[in-house]
């Protein structure tokens, strides 16, 4: 083999080794997020990755921006129940400084791999807000990197649309059996047009207003599609990429496989595939397609 390809071989399999260790790195936040319904870090990477391009920004700058999105609460990890139960408004003043610090640490875990030191400064300022009302720093308009200002606003609707307080928390929520998808659309009804007139409200004040405005045409177009789809039962060999899944669908020790509302890829179709075989989830799903 020539020097040229043996170059070639050990660059791709480097960059292999940098998508898996991002990978086991997200896989060990999807075990920390008990308080959700659903992914929360994968639901921000897929939705502030479409917000980025729908913005016309470069494909480098779109793989960090999903890097910091997936990886955006690893500073929570090993944080106590008490304040991962609670939403910042109802926390103590003492539980919201702690709270905060998932910023700063979520940085200082990523800024370890030197390949990583945007992705950890995006992570770092995805709590700033506009005004310079945020955190940790108070960094005001331009100062944010307009990636933290994606992941803010993608996180903000994921906390408002799927959050769950203490009371609601039990082990493998399954979620509620659907009979359709007006079903699923008219329980977020609610929620979703709350968080969307937030955001209305608060576009150029609290958000950047390009942002709001990509972010606002992605979820209108995806609940627009959604309402237009049916409700089937398939064997976990039948799906394919692309369809959206109806329920969160658990392991018997409350691994989350997949996720209600989210966008089936190959590789969660290959994980679906592998968990229904072991009998740890049921061999059909429900998805809108
Ligand atoms: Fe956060």
Known sequence: MDHARQIEILGDKLVGSFLQTIDILSALLGAEERYYAGSHCRFVAEKAEETARIMGLSESDIFEIRTAALLHDIGKIGFPDIVLAKFPAEMQPDEFRFYTGHCELGREILRRHHSLATVAELVYQHHERFDGSGFPRHLRGGDIHIGAMIIGVVNVYHNAMYRRSKDRYQLADTGSSVASVNTLVDETRTRY?????????????????????????????????????????????????????????????????????????????????????????????????
Do not use: C, W
Request: proline share 3%.
């Open 193 to 289: 047009s709350q968080v969307m007139h937030h955001f209305a409200r608060k576009s150029g004040v609290l958000y950047r207003p390009d942002v709001v405005d990509a972010f606002t045409s992605l979820v209108e177009t995806d609940r627009r599609r959604l309402g237009e789809k049916i409700i089937k039962r398939l064997t976990v060999n039948q799906l394919k990429p692309g369809m959206t899944l109806i329920e969160n669908y658990y392991t018997s020790y409350g691994l989350l496989v997949a996720a209600r509302d989210e966008t089936l890829s190959d590789k969660m179709i290959a994980s679906l595939v592998r968990f229904a075989e072991i009998g740890e989830i049921p061999q059909k799903v429900l998805v809108a397609d």
